[in-house]
Protein backbone atom coordinates (compact mmCIF):
# COMPACT_ATOMS: atom_id res chain seq x y z
CA UNK A 1 0.00 0.00 0.00
CA UNK A 2 1.10 3.75 -0.79
CA UNK A 3 2.51 5.63 2.23
CA UNK A 4 0.70 9.04 2.37
CA UNK A 5 2.63 9.61 5.80
CA UNK A 6 4.52 12.70 6.31
CA UNK A 7 7.95 12.37 4.49
CA UNK A 8 8.95 15.90 3.48
CA UNK A 9 10.35 18.68 5.82
CA UNK A 10 9.93 22.61 5.23
CA UNK A 11 10.71 25.84 7.05
CA UNK A 12 10.48 26.43 10.81
CA UNK A 13 7.57 28.82 10.71
CA UNK A 14 5.61 26.22 8.54
CA UNK A 15 6.53 23.36 10.70
CA UNK A 16 3.09 22.37 12.23
CA UNK A 17 1.18 19.53 13.72
CA UNK A 18 -2.00 18.65 14.13
CA UNK A 19 -3.00 17.90 17.79
CA UNK A 20 -6.57 16.90 17.67
CA UNK A 21 -9.61 16.50 15.46
CA UNK A 22 -13.58 16.91 17.08
CA UNK A 23 -16.99 16.82 15.81
CA UNK A 24 -20.26 18.47 17.19
CA UNK A 25 -23.24 17.51 15.68
CA UNK A 26 -25.77 20.48 15.43
CA UNK A 27 -29.33 20.11 14.67
CA UNK A 28 -31.01 22.51 12.33
CA UNK A 29 -33.01 22.11 9.14
CA UNK A 30 -30.51 19.22 8.73
CA UNK A 31 -28.16 17.52 11.21
CA UNK A 32 -24.53 19.83 10.41
CA UNK A 33 -21.60 17.90 10.65
CA UNK A 34 -19.03 20.10 12.29
CA UNK A 35 -15.41 19.29 12.45
CA UNK A 36 -12.24 21.49 14.06
CA UNK A 37 -8.86 20.61 13.81
CA UNK A 38 -6.31 22.12 16.57
CA UNK A 39 -2.99 22.61 15.53
CA UNK A 40 0.32 23.05 18.48
CA UNK A 41 0.73 26.55 16.33
CA UNK A 42 -2.34 27.73 18.35
CA UNK A 43 -4.33 27.85 15.28
CA UNK A 44 -7.93 26.00 14.48
CA UNK A 45 -9.59 25.47 11.92
CA UNK A 46 -13.46 24.57 11.51
CA UNK A 47 -15.01 23.04 8.01
CA UNK A 48 -18.67 20.88 7.65
CA UNK A 49 -19.12 17.39 6.40
CA UNK A 50 -22.40 16.15 4.74
CA UNK A 51 -25.27 15.72 7.06
CA UNK A 52 -26.06 12.58 8.87
CA UNK A 53 -25.13 9.52 11.02
CA UNK A 54 -21.32 8.02 11.33
CA UNK A 55 -19.47 10.81 10.12
CA UNK A 56 -18.14 11.52 13.56
CA UNK A 57 -17.27 8.28 14.18
CA UNK A 58 -15.39 8.22 11.06
CA UNK A 59 -13.48 11.42 11.91
CA UNK A 60 -12.30 9.76 15.22
CA UNK A 61 -11.15 7.55 13.71
CA UNK A 62 -8.46 9.19 11.03
CA UNK A 63 -7.18 10.84 14.46
CA UNK A 64 -5.36 7.56 14.90
CA UNK A 65 -2.98 8.56 11.88
CA UNK A 66 -3.91 12.28 11.03
CA UNK A 67 -2.22 13.42 14.45
CA UNK A 68 0.89 14.50 14.29
CA UNK A 69 0.78 15.36 11.02
CA UNK A 70 1.36 18.67 9.19
CA UNK A 71 -2.02 20.50 8.19
CA UNK A 72 -0.82 22.67 5.45
CA UNK A 73 -0.58 19.47 3.08
CA UNK A 74 -4.32 19.85 2.76
CA UNK A 75 -4.48 17.62 -0.26
CA UNK A 76 -1.66 14.74 0.71
CA UNK A 77 -4.02 14.19 3.97
CA UNK A 78 -7.16 13.63 2.06
CA UNK A 79 -5.51 11.62 -0.21
CA UNK A 80 -4.01 9.71 2.93
CA UNK A 81 -7.81 9.20 4.52
CA UNK A 82 -8.52 7.42 1.33
CA UNK A 83 -5.61 5.65 1.02
CA UNK A 84 -5.42 4.31 4.57
CA UNK A 85 -8.98 3.55 4.52
CA UNK A 86 -9.24 2.07 1.45
CA UNK A 87 -10.54 -1.38 3.02
CA UNK A 88 -13.26 0.45 4.99
CA UNK A 89 -14.66 1.67 1.79
CA UNK A 90 -12.86 4.75 1.53
CA UNK A 91 -12.80 5.36 -2.08
CA UNK A 92 -16.74 6.35 -1.84
CA UNK A 93 -19.48 6.59 0.46
CA UNK A 94 -19.45 8.21 3.83
CA UNK A 95 -15.54 7.95 4.37
CA UNK A 96 -15.04 10.47 1.54
CA UNK A 97 -17.93 12.63 3.19
CA UNK A 98 -15.95 12.85 6.35
CA UNK A 99 -12.63 13.46 4.70
CA UNK A 100 -14.81 16.04 2.74
CA UNK A 101 -15.35 17.90 6.56
CA UNK A 102 -11.81 17.50 7.57
CA UNK A 103 -10.47 18.78 4.31
CA UNK A 104 -12.31 22.48 5.05
CA UNK A 105 -10.91 22.97 7.97
CA UNK A 106 -7.75 22.18 6.91
CA UNK A 107 -8.25 24.46 4.38
CA UNK A 108 -9.15 27.21 7.05
CA UNK A 109 -6.15 26.34 9.01
CA UNK A 110 -3.57 26.60 6.04
CA UNK A 111 -5.44 29.94 5.23
CA UNK A 112 -4.88 31.37 8.74
CA UNK A 113 -1.34 30.02 8.88
CA UNK A 114 -0.40 31.70 5.89
CA UNK A 115 -2.58 34.90 6.17
CA UNK A 116 -4.44 34.19 3.17
CA UNK A 117 -7.97 33.45 2.37
CA UNK A 118 -8.81 29.60 0.82
CA UNK A 119 -10.02 30.88 -2.42
CA UNK A 120 -6.37 32.16 -2.87
CA UNK A 121 -5.12 29.02 -1.68
CA UNK A 122 -7.55 27.08 -4.41
CA UNK A 123 -5.53 28.86 -7.05
CA UNK A 124 -7.44 32.20 -8.01
CA UNK A 125 -10.54 34.66 -7.55
CA UNK A 126 -12.96 35.19 -10.30
CA UNK A 127 -15.77 36.97 -8.43
CA UNK A 128 -15.76 38.90 -5.47
CA UNK A 129 -19.58 38.23 -4.94
CA UNK A 130 -21.11 34.82 -4.93
CA UNK A 131 -24.75 34.86 -6.33
CA UNK A 132 -27.29 32.13 -4.11
CA UNK A 133 -30.68 30.33 -4.85
CA UNK A 134 -32.54 29.79 -2.51
CA UNK A 135 -34.03 26.43 -2.02
CA UNK A 136 -37.62 27.06 -0.35
CA UNK A 137 -41.05 24.99 0.20
CA UNK A 138 -44.91 25.78 0.34
CA UNK A 139 -45.59 26.34 3.46
CA UNK A 140 -44.72 22.67 5.51
CA UNK A 141 -44.91 21.21 1.97
CA UNK A 142 -41.71 18.83 2.74
CA UNK A 143 -39.68 18.57 5.66
CA UNK A 144 -37.15 15.90 7.11
CA UNK A 145 -37.82 13.81 10.01
CA UNK A 146 -34.65 11.72 11.40
CA UNK A 147 -33.10 11.29 7.42
CA UNK A 148 -36.98 10.85 6.05
CA UNK A 149 -39.32 12.48 3.83
CA UNK A 150 -42.32 13.84 5.62
CA UNK A 151 -45.30 14.84 3.21
CA UNK A 152 -47.86 17.17 4.94
CA UNK A 153 -51.50 17.40 3.85
CA UNK A 154 -52.09 17.62 0.47
CA UNK A 155 -53.39 21.30 0.52
CA UNK A 156 -49.81 22.49 1.32
CA UNK A 157 -48.80 21.54 -2.16
CA UNK A 158 -51.29 23.65 -3.75
CA UNK A 159 -50.33 26.06 -6.89
CA UNK A 160 -51.32 29.20 -4.58
CA UNK A 161 -48.93 27.78 -1.87
CA UNK A 162 -46.02 27.70 -3.87
CA UNK A 163 -46.64 31.22 -5.87
CA UNK A 164 -46.97 32.46 -2.65
CA UNK A 165 -43.24 31.56 -1.06
CA UNK A 166 -41.69 32.32 -4.50
CA UNK A 167 -43.43 35.60 -3.98
CA UNK A 168 -42.26 36.32 -0.66
CA UNK A 169 -38.68 34.82 -1.37
CA UNK A 170 -38.01 36.71 -4.21
CA UNK A 171 -39.06 40.03 -2.17
CA UNK A 172 -36.24 38.78 0.25
CA UNK A 173 -33.75 39.90 -2.50
CA UNK A 174 -33.15 36.50 -4.17
CA UNK A 175 -33.58 36.19 -7.84
CA UNK A 176 -32.94 32.53 -8.24
CA UNK A 177 -34.91 29.60 -6.19
CA UNK A 178 -35.77 25.97 -6.12
CA UNK A 179 -38.61 23.91 -5.28
CA UNK A 180 -39.24 20.59 -4.95
CA UNK A 181 -41.65 18.67 -7.24
CA UNK A 182 -42.22 15.50 -5.70
CA UNK A 183 -45.34 15.18 -4.31
CA UNK A 184 -47.58 12.41 -2.73
CA UNK A 185 -49.65 11.99 -5.68
CA UNK A 186 -46.48 10.43 -7.11
CA UNK A 187 -47.02 7.50 -5.02
CA UNK A 188 -50.40 6.79 -6.61
CA UNK A 189 -51.38 4.19 -7.88
CA UNK A 190 -48.04 2.83 -7.16
CA UNK A 191 -45.23 4.39 -4.89
CA UNK A 192 -42.34 1.55 -6.32
CA UNK A 193 -41.96 1.73 -9.79
CA UNK A 194 -41.46 5.29 -10.28
CA UNK A 195 -44.58 6.01 -12.83
CA UNK A 196 -46.25 9.35 -12.80
CA UNK A 197 -49.44 9.57 -13.72
CA UNK A 198 -51.58 11.62 -15.73
CA UNK A 199 -52.78 13.57 -13.30
CA UNK A 200 -49.28 13.85 -11.41
CA UNK A 201 -47.78 15.45 -14.23
CA UNK A 202 -50.73 17.68 -14.80
CA UNK A 203 -50.13 18.53 -10.90
CA UNK A 204 -46.74 19.29 -11.07
CA UNK A 205 -47.07 21.60 -14.53
CA UNK A 206 -50.20 23.75 -12.57
CA UNK A 207 -47.07 24.69 -9.65
CA UNK A 208 -44.67 25.30 -12.50
CA UNK A 209 -47.30 27.61 -13.90
CA UNK A 210 -48.37 29.21 -11.13
CA UNK A 211 -44.87 30.28 -10.01
CA UNK A 212 -44.17 31.68 -13.33
CA UNK A 213 -47.45 33.56 -13.50
CA UNK A 214 -46.21 35.17 -9.95
CA UNK A 215 -42.65 35.74 -10.47
CA UNK A 216 -42.06 35.98 -14.16
CA UNK A 217 -39.61 35.03 -16.28
CA UNK A 218 -36.54 37.45 -14.65
CA UNK A 219 -36.40 34.71 -11.96
CA UNK A 220 -34.14 31.67 -12.45
CA UNK A 221 -36.88 28.94 -11.68
CA UNK A 222 -35.26 25.21 -10.97
CA UNK A 223 -37.10 22.44 -9.14
CA UNK A 224 -35.83 18.96 -7.69
CA UNK A 225 -37.27 15.73 -8.12
CA UNK A 226 -35.07 13.60 -5.78
CA UNK A 227 -34.32 10.87 -8.04
CA UNK A 228 -38.25 9.52 -8.13
CA UNK A 229 -39.07 8.65 -11.84
CA UNK A 230 -38.74 5.92 -14.02
CA UNK A 231 -36.67 7.22 -16.96
CA UNK A 232 -40.25 7.54 -19.54
CA UNK A 233 -41.82 9.44 -16.60
CA UNK A 234 -38.76 11.95 -16.42
CA UNK A 235 -38.88 12.36 -19.81
CA UNK A 236 -42.21 13.21 -20.10
CA UNK A 237 -42.20 15.51 -17.14
CA UNK A 238 -39.13 17.29 -18.90
CA UNK A 239 -41.05 17.76 -21.89
CA UNK A 240 -44.43 18.99 -20.47
CA UNK A 241 -42.27 21.62 -18.62
CA UNK A 242 -40.05 22.74 -21.59
CA UNK A 243 -42.07 26.13 -21.77
CA UNK A 244 -41.57 27.23 -18.50
CA UNK A 245 -37.80 28.10 -19.35
CA UNK A 246 -36.83 26.78 -16.05
CA UNK A 247 -32.70 26.79 -14.66
CA UNK A 248 -33.02 23.52 -14.36
CA UNK A 249 -34.76 19.99 -13.34
CA UNK A 250 -32.92 18.08 -10.62
CA UNK A 251 -32.19 14.69 -10.27
CA UNK A 252 -35.43 13.13 -11.98
CA UNK A 253 -33.83 9.76 -12.35
CA UNK A 254 -32.44 7.21 -9.79
CA UNK A 255 -28.47 8.05 -10.04
CA UNK A 256 -26.72 4.64 -10.16
CA UNK A 257 -27.45 3.99 -14.05
CA UNK A 258 -25.60 7.06 -15.88
CA UNK A 259 -27.09 5.84 -19.12
CA UNK A 260 -30.11 6.52 -17.83
CA UNK A 261 -29.46 10.33 -16.93
CA UNK A 262 -28.13 10.70 -20.19
CA UNK A 263 -30.78 9.42 -22.27
CA UNK A 264 -33.21 11.56 -20.24
CA UNK A 265 -30.93 14.97 -20.53
CA UNK A 266 -31.02 14.18 -24.60
CA UNK A 267 -34.56 13.89 -24.87
CA UNK A 268 -35.14 17.70 -23.39
CA UNK A 269 -34.37 21.19 -23.99
CA UNK A 270 -35.03 21.63 -20.37
CA UNK A 271 -31.42 21.85 -18.71
CA UNK A 272 -31.53 18.88 -15.88
CA UNK A 273 -29.10 19.28 -13.04
CA UNK A 274 -27.69 16.21 -10.95
CA UNK A 275 -24.81 15.07 -8.81
CA UNK A 276 -25.05 15.98 -5.04
CA UNK A 277 -24.64 12.44 -4.09
CA UNK A 278 -21.60 10.79 -6.39
CA UNK A 279 -18.14 10.91 -5.02
CA UNK A 280 -14.39 11.92 -6.23
CA UNK A 281 -13.72 13.01 -9.80
CA UNK A 282 -13.61 9.56 -10.91
CA UNK A 283 -17.51 8.82 -9.96
CA UNK A 284 -18.98 12.12 -12.19
CA UNK A 285 -16.14 12.28 -15.18
CA UNK A 286 -18.23 9.84 -17.43
CA UNK A 287 -21.24 12.00 -16.55
CA UNK A 288 -19.64 15.17 -18.13
CA UNK A 289 -17.79 13.42 -20.96
CA UNK A 290 -20.78 12.10 -22.31
CA UNK A 291 -22.50 15.04 -21.60
CA UNK A 292 -25.20 13.32 -19.57
CA UNK A 293 -25.70 16.49 -17.43
CA UNK A 294 -26.64 20.34 -18.15
CA UNK A 295 -25.43 21.89 -15.16
CA UNK A 296 -23.48 19.69 -12.68
CA UNK A 297 -24.23 19.89 -9.03
CA UNK A 298 -21.60 18.37 -6.80
CA UNK A 299 -21.49 18.69 -3.02
CA UNK A 300 -18.22 19.84 -1.90
CA UNK A 301 -18.94 18.36 1.60
CA UNK A 302 -19.57 14.73 0.55
CA UNK A 303 -17.48 14.49 -2.80
CA UNK A 304 -13.93 15.26 -1.43
CA UNK A 305 -13.38 18.04 -0.40
CA UNK A 306 -12.83 21.71 -2.32
CA UNK A 307 -10.01 20.31 -4.14
CA UNK A 308 -11.48 17.46 -5.33
CA UNK A 309 -14.81 19.78 -6.19
CA UNK A 310 -12.19 21.82 -8.32
CA UNK A 311 -11.06 18.73 -10.10
CA UNK A 312 -14.76 17.79 -10.91
CA UNK A 313 -15.18 21.43 -12.44
CA UNK A 314 -11.90 21.15 -14.20
CA UNK A 315 -13.56 18.02 -16.29
CA UNK A 316 -17.11 19.86 -16.04
CA UNK A 317 -15.28 23.33 -18.01
CA UNK A 318 -13.85 20.92 -20.54
CA UNK A 319 -16.98 20.17 -21.61
CA UNK A 320 -18.42 23.73 -21.53
CA UNK A 321 -21.03 22.40 -18.79
CA UNK A 322 -21.93 25.02 -15.23
CA UNK A 323 -21.31 24.45 -11.90
CA UNK A 324 -23.74 24.78 -9.29
CA UNK A 325 -22.95 22.99 -6.06
CA UNK A 326 -24.89 21.20 -3.79
CA UNK A 327 -25.23 23.29 -0.28
CA UNK A 328 -27.73 21.93 2.51
CA UNK A 329 -24.97 23.29 5.01
CA UNK A 330 -24.68 25.53 7.87
CA UNK A 331 -22.56 28.35 7.56
CA UNK A 332 -19.39 26.73 8.09
CA UNK A 333 -19.87 24.89 4.82
CA UNK A 334 -21.73 27.71 2.98
CA UNK A 335 -18.62 29.61 3.41
CA UNK A 336 -16.76 27.48 2.28
CA UNK A 337 -18.68 26.79 -0.86
CA UNK A 338 -18.04 30.47 -1.44
CA UNK A 339 -14.35 30.47 -1.43
CA UNK A 340 -14.82 27.56 -3.77
CA UNK A 341 -17.34 29.36 -6.29
CA UNK A 342 -15.22 32.81 -6.00
CA UNK A 343 -12.02 30.01 -8.07
CA UNK A 344 -14.32 28.45 -9.95
CA UNK A 345 -14.32 29.54 -13.32
CA UNK A 346 -17.76 27.77 -13.85
CA UNK A 347 -19.12 28.47 -11.32
CA UNK A 348 -22.97 29.37 -11.91
CA UNK A 349 -25.12 30.14 -8.61
CA UNK A 350 -24.72 28.26 -4.91
CA UNK A 351 -27.44 26.75 -2.90
CA UNK A 352 -29.36 28.40 -0.06
CA UNK A 353 -31.16 25.59 1.95
CA UNK A 354 -31.73 26.60 5.71
CA UNK A 355 -34.38 29.83 5.14
CA UNK A 356 -36.50 28.22 7.72
CA UNK A 357 -33.39 28.36 10.28
CA UNK A 358 -34.03 31.28 11.64
CA UNK A 359 -30.53 31.32 14.08
CA UNK A 360 -28.09 30.12 11.30
CA UNK A 361 -26.64 33.50 11.17
CA UNK A 362 -26.46 32.94 15.16
CA UNK A 363 -23.80 29.78 14.56
CA UNK A 364 -20.89 32.49 13.56
CA UNK A 365 -19.75 35.99 14.94
CA UNK A 366 -20.01 37.75 12.06
CA UNK A 367 -23.43 39.80 10.14
CA UNK A 368 -25.11 38.02 8.13
CA UNK A 369 -24.04 36.66 5.09
CA UNK A 370 -26.61 36.62 2.62
CA UNK A 371 -27.02 40.33 1.46
CA UNK A 372 -29.84 40.82 -1.47
CA UNK A 373 -29.47 37.14 -2.90
CA UNK A 374 -25.58 37.31 -2.61
CA UNK A 375 -22.76 36.60 -0.44
CA UNK A 376 -19.54 38.15 -0.69
CA UNK A 377 -16.37 36.49 -0.60
CA UNK A 378 -14.46 37.49 2.19
CA UNK A 379 -11.07 38.50 2.25
CA UNK A 380 -10.00 37.22 6.15
CA UNK A 381 -7.18 34.62 6.08
CA UNK A 382 -9.00 30.71 6.25
CA UNK A 383 -13.01 30.62 5.52
CA UNK A 384 -13.70 34.29 7.25
CA UNK A 385 -16.00 33.00 9.43
CA UNK A 386 -15.79 31.59 13.39
CA UNK A 387 -17.90 30.11 15.44
CA UNK A 388 -20.47 30.95 17.95
CA UNK A 389 -19.75 27.84 20.48
CA UNK A 390 -22.34 28.81 22.51
CA UNK A 391 -24.61 28.52 20.29
CA UNK A 392 -23.39 25.41 18.94
CA UNK A 393 -23.92 24.04 22.36
CA UNK A 394 -27.11 25.28 22.15
CA UNK A 395 -28.57 23.39 18.89
CA UNK A 396 -26.15 20.28 19.48
CA UNK A 397 -28.17 16.93 18.83
CA UNK A 398 -29.93 15.98 21.75
CA UNK A 399 -27.22 12.98 22.94
CA UNK A 400 -24.36 14.37 21.74
CA UNK A 401 -22.03 16.82 22.94
CA UNK A 402 -20.01 20.04 21.59
CA UNK A 403 -16.43 20.30 20.64
Given amino acids: ?????????????????????????VEGNFEWNLVKVETDAGITGIGEAYRGGGIPEIIEY????????????VERLTRYIFQEMSGHGGTTGKVVTAASGIEVALWDVAGKLLDLPVYQLLGSKYRDEVRMYC???AGEAYEV??????????????????????RRVVDMGFDALKFDLDLPRDNDPDPYNGRLSNAAIREKRDIVAAVRDEIGYDVDLAFDCHWDY????????????????????????????L????????????PVATGENRFRVFELTDLVYDHGVDVLTPDPTTVGGLAETLRVADRAEENYVPVSPHNVCSPVGTMAC?????????FDVLEFHALEVDWWDDLHTGSDLIDDGSIEVPEEPGLGIEL????????????????
Fill in 135 to 137: DCH
Fill in 62 to 73: TKRFLVGENPLD
Fill in 1 to 25: MRDYSLQTTRADDRSVEITDITTAV
Fill in 388 to 403: DESVVEDHVLDGTTAF
Fill in 259 to 270: DAQTEVTRATRT
Fill in 338 to 346: VHLAAAMPN
Fill in 230 to 257: SVESAKRLAYELEEFDLMWLEDLVPPEN
Fill in 145 to 166: ADGATAYADADAYSPDAYAAEA
